[in-house]
């Protein structure tokens, strides 16, 4: 499906969460994922940039799980 088809599946898995109104959730957006060691806390920004490693992922991700400044929205992550 390529990186069109890509991004049609995450824009109707939006639109579905949306429509969910007594439901909290958080869609992350990195760019490439890759191993090696830690970079650094990752950051909602505009746009999808470039890669980012796994386990700043993982805390960016645990940040917004009990969170509450990341509830019903779709960040793109970067440093």
């Known amino acids: 499906m390529g990186l069109s088809g890509m991004f049609g599946d995450n824009d109707a898995v939006v639109d579905y969460l949306s429509s969910q109104g007594d439901l ?8 490439q994922l890759q191993d090696g060691p830690s ?3 990752l950051k909602a920004v505009p ?3 470039g890669a980012v490693k796994f386990v700043d992922m993982a805390r960016f ?4 799980a009990v969170g509450t400044d990341q509830i019903r929205a779709y960040p793109y992550v970067g440093y």
């Open 47 to 49: 746009a999808m940039g």
């Open 39 to 41: 970079k650094g806390d």
């Open 61 to 64: 991700n645990l940040q917004a």
């Open 24 to 31: 909290d959730w958080t869609i992350t957006r990195p760019g």
